[in-house]
């Protein structure tokens, strides 16, 4: 799924925490966005044909390169796509942008990435363009994708010198506790072998001794603990290798591999106003992690969290939640079970509220994001006060 230099698109979707595209009229962007946009839309319907030639052309031009990939590429072949989707819809908006290819260049220090790959990535990229662009494809095109490129590596590499000073490219941890709470849910507890700095609402990227150089995203299912200890809810998804392994293989006492944190779904502990916080499946994790936090700073601001489910025993840590609200009555906890309640996280939201003052905060499978989104707009609940990460990214959490 991930990969080195910006093929990957590791870290999600730019924007805003929300991986909202900036409003922008297309008759405000600039020339090099414009042709950049036009090429992709071009190239949308062969996405899977540029993306195999892209990967051969690097092979066969370095095949020095071939050792930082894994051995299987097929679960990772869409992030170059993604990632230069992404790069085009943000491209005229650059705080935005920076922020999210900083965090790429940051996360490719796990891969072994160095300055020299990012030239040898470009070329074959353009190469791989000028082949299947044959519309869009001109000598003008070609300068504004390098341009673009040659922008983004540059803030990339710069993003990991700068980690370096202070950061290892990854984390070694300890598998210290393995709880299977369902056939296919574990609940996974963690020893890093040096301090591991995060925050409430984050996720990270693992990688696990049974598929070297595979690395899949997970969010962290606790606030920040005094102890060290990082705690991931991990689902066995079909076809899923790493999850799948942390599932039904990994036993205390392994060692695994984490990335840098990322993630911007985090909570700003100077206002206080409420919180409303949806989660659905594993996707729970995050939103108690954020609870555990702001009960941690002793606010007795309201928060309501709805844990949405299929049936009762995905239903696997509302345990933990109860006793967080026995210990805090401002804490509201609301199962939504699909096949009890004949409704799902949105019929529960448009019943209640009214909910124009609250933060909300997301996090669950992409569809229930998009609906959960529109329905939030739908009631009044503006952009500047939805979180959640990027639904792109989400797609790969927990495969």
Known sequence: MDAPAVMSGENGTPGDERGRRPA???EAASPDALLVRRTLAEIAPVADKVTSYFYALLFVRHPELRSLFPPAMDTQRDRLLRALL???EHIDNTPVLVDYVRNLGRGHRKY??????????????????????????????????????AALSQVMISAAAEDAVDAPPWWGAEIVAHDLRTPDIAVLT???????????????????????????HFSFASAPRADGLLTFHVRAVPAGWVSNALVHRARPGDAVRLGPPVGSMTVDHTGDGGLLCLGGGTGIA???????????????????????????????DIDTLLGLRARHPWISVRPVIDWQDRRRLPDVLRAG????????????????????????RALGV??????????????????
């Open 86 to 88: 992404t790069a085009a």
């Open 112 to 149: 072994g990435t160095l300055d020299a790959h990012y030239p040898a990535v470009g070329a074959c990229l353009i190469g791989a363009l000028s082949v299947h662009a044959v519309r869009t494809w001109t000598p003008q095109a070609e300068a504004a994708w390098s341009r673009v490129y």
């Open 353 to 376: 509220g009214p909910w124009h003052g609250y933060g909300a905060y997301l996090a669950g499978p992409p569809g229930m994001i998009r609906s959960g989104v529109a329905t939030l």
């Open 24 to 26: 922008e009229s297309v």
């Open 190 to 216: 963690l020893r890093p072998d040096q301090p591991y700095p995060f925050r409430a609402g984050q996720y990270t990227s693992v990688e696990t001794p049974w598929w070297p150089r595979v690395w899949r």
């Open 382 to 399: 503006p952009d500047a006060r939805i979180r959640h990460d990027p639904v792109e990214d989400m797609v790969g959490i927990g495969s």
């Open 286 to 316: 995050p939103i108690k992690a954020l609870v555990e936090e702001i009960a941690g700073h002793g606010a007795r601001r309201p928060v309501e969290v709805f844990y949405g489910a299929r049936a009762n025993r995905d239903l696997y």
